[in-house]
């Protein structure tokens, strides 16, 4: 009987929650399913003759959760756009691609929010049959937005309480997990801008509660502090960047709308990407409030806008070290990228934690992501839904320079960057 089972083990075994670190840990799958977590010397005798792979100076994690990933993106410049003019199959192509990508550096529960049609919904149950590897996937469809609003491009426009609704009901129907709304306007599309407010109350009010009707959760794009403000008041599940960003591009952030935030307990994705130090570098104007939110009890979760341009699916590590350059706890950053990711996901219980009855998804990593978060580009093993998978040989952006110096010297980035 023990042959259904494999044996993990090494250094440690961290588990996705705070202070979970097990020194000398094992981890038991059997199938699908972790069976037993626990240190070496207290292995029941049951598992004791299994196959076992020993991995030395190195951790086991949860396999990591990228909360807002754009899988028709390919990271490169001027994607986006190009997306816009590609077929519905190039753009499938250009989604599979994606998948690998996330899953060779170590991703293997991924959230897309907002993709052309209901394109993302084909990959998703592609991956989930097996004819194509990838992390497990929650898509979202296209995004609803405005007339002319922000990625009015990928088909998913409404413009009022009722139009809004049926568009929810559209997006069930065709088979989405979640609904994403842009409450304000993007960066990247013209006549659009981060700070406008794209809908009212009343009609996020309505998106919500259509969606929560049918078991979905709902995910707000929000950059400008109406924007964040309207999307709150509307009983949103998560807010995407919520950057504060005012007009000129200047982050102004509003301390009481946070607290609220926190206290209502709407997980944030602030989508802080590898690239962001040297964004912030370059423009002192733009400072989102990351560490603010995380000081006034803020949950927030790893996800980097990946596939966006500049941003590749294979960055996902660089954004969790910008988290820490930041100034966010190493551990606090890791469990925005496993158990409380799964949290805002619905998936508690099934991804981002190493308990017995979760899916056996599960990397290893070289070293002590504990010690410095920078291991987490150190992909060693990848097991998905327990199915191993070799990483692909990915280009990972290097880090920032300046960054990689605070990073090395556990210094803040306020600290490195005066
Ligand atoms: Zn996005």
Redesign the pocket.
């Known amino acids: 009987m023990s042959d259904d089972f494999t044996v993990f083990s090494a250094d440690a075994v961290w588990c996705g929650t705070a202070g979970s670190r097990i020194a000398g840990g094992v981890v038991v799958v059997r199938g699908q399913e972790i069976a037993w977590v626990g240190a070496a010397d207290a292995l029941p005798v049951a598992y004791a003759g299994a196959p076992a792979r020993h991995f030395p100076g190195a951790t086991i994690l949860p396999g990591l959760i990228e909360s807002?990933a754009?899988l028709s993106y390919d990271g490169k410049a001027g994607t986006k756009k190009r997306s816009f003019g590609r077929s519905a199959p190039n753009l499938v192509a250009v989604m599979i691609a994606s998948v690998r990508e996330l899953l060779s550096v170590g991703v293997t529960t991924v959230r897309d929010?907002?993709a052309r049609d209901n394109l993302s919904i084909e990959v998703r149950d592609a991956v989930a049959e097996g004819l194509v590897r990838g992390p497990r996937m929650l898509v979202a469809g296209a995004?609803i937005t405005t007339t002319g609003g922000h990625t009015w491009q990928n088909h998913g426009r409404a413009d009022s309480p009722d139009e809004l609704r049926k568009l929810v009901r559209s997006h069930h129907k065709a088979g989405v997990d979640l609904i994403k709304i842009n409450a304000t306007g993007?960066f990247m599309t013209a006549k659009s801008a981060p700070w406008f407010a794209q809908f009212s109350v009343e009609e996020m009010a309505a998106v919500v509660e259509e969606a929560h009707r049918l078991g979905k959760k709902v995910a707000a794009?929000a950059h400008g502090v109406e924007g964040i403000e309207r999307a709150v008041a509307a009983g949103v599940d998560t807010i995407?960047?919520c950057t504060f960003v005012a007009e000129g591009a200047v982050v102004e952030p509003d301390i009481a709308l946070i607290d609220e935030i926190a206290a209502r307990g709407i997980h944030v994705c602030a989508?802080a990407t590898w690239n962001l130090p040297q964004m912030m570098r370059s423009n002192p104007a733009f400072q989102p409030p990351i560490k603010l939110m995380h000081e006034r009890g803020v949950q927030l979760i790893a996800g980097n806008?990946s596939g966006?341009d500049g941003v590749p699916h294979s960055s996902y590590a660089g954004g969790l070290e910008t988290s820490v350059i930041l100034g966010i706890p190493i551990e606090d950053v890791l469990v925005g990228a496993t158990s409380r990711a799964a949290a805002a996901l619905d998936l508690t219980g099934v991804a981002g934690e190493l308990v017995p009855g979760a899916s056996a998804d599960l990397i290893v990593v070289g070293g002590d992501p504990l010690a410095d978060i920078s291991a987490v580009r150190d992909v060693r093993h990848v097991l998905a839904r327990g199915a191993e998978f070799t990483p692909d040989p990915v280009q990972v952006p290097d880090p920032d320079p300046a960054y990689a110096e605070a990073l090395a010297a556990a210094a803040t980035f306020a600290e490195v960057m005066s």
């Open positions: 807002h754009h929010l907002g995004q993007g794009h995407e960047h989508t806008d966006i």
